[in-house]
């Protein structure tokens, strides 16, 4: 029986397109490179930021695209939104009893604000930031770490998120897998095998009470 759910934070619990693709965008711009297409951009999104700006401006600056990108989600917050269902849901989980908790690639100083700016605060035990780690998703160590502060075993637990990196941490952790096709990977995540696909968030507690 599940008892423990870790989410992914951004197109999963978040609405964070804008805020994403626009931080993408003006780094680039500012640090004089080409601006490349959102559809081209979505694929990599939800790798580590350097990685992301490895594929999107190989020959950059990595360090201070990063730094230029982070510099401005901190100034708009406001950017990142809960999709319609969350609140409602994780609302309902928590009167459920389940323990829940974040994990998320992002580093903690705009994570953080995002997380006080829509409320989710108030559901998530914690949040394992990119800070919190020594290694990011697809690696399954944030869900070790996550786990044990949960007091919780992989057989008791799963992860929800809307990338290929957040199936594979799942998985490269032995816990159960949900994916949902509303976030940056779209119907796409049905590829990467996750063991349930929900439309909504909605959807989640009734996969999980039975």
């Not at 599940?2 to 711009?29: C, M, P, Q, V, W």
């Not at 459920?96 to 998530?124: Q, V």
Request: hydrophobic share 40%; aromatic share 8%; charged share 25%.
């Amino acid at each position: 029986m599940i008892k423990a759910i870790l989410f992914d934070i951004d197109g999963t619990l978040l609405n964070t397109t804008e805020l994403i693709y626009r931080a993408f965008e003006h780094s680039l711009k500012t640090n004089g490179h080409k601006v490349l297409g959102r559809k081209k951009m979505a694929g990599t999104i939800g790798k580590s930021l350097e990685d992301c700006y490895l594929d999107f401006a190989p020959d950059g600056n990595i360090e201070l695209l990063s730094k230029t990108h982070n510099e401005f989600q901190l100034k708009n917050p406001h950017l990142a939104e809960v999709f319609p269902d969350t609140l409602k849901t994780l609302e309902k989980l928590k009167s459920l009893g389940f323990k829940m908790a974040g994990i998320t690639n992002r580093w903690k100083s705009s994570g953080i604000l995002s997380i006080k700016h829509t409320g989710l605060d108030k559901y998530l035990e914690f949040v394992l930031y990119r800070d919190d780690v020594k290694e990011l998703k697809p690696s399954p160590k944030p869900i070790f770490r996550a786990l044990k502060m949960l007091k919780a075993q992989a057989d008791d637990a799963v992860m929800v998120g809307d990338s290929e990196i957040d199936m594979a941490c799942g998985k490269n952790a032995s816990v159960k897998t949900i994916g949902v096709t509303y976030g940056f990977g779209g119907e796409h995540i049905r590829n990467f095998s996750p063991d349930f696909v929900i439309d909504s968030l909605s959807e989640l507690p009734e996969i999980l009470v039975y």
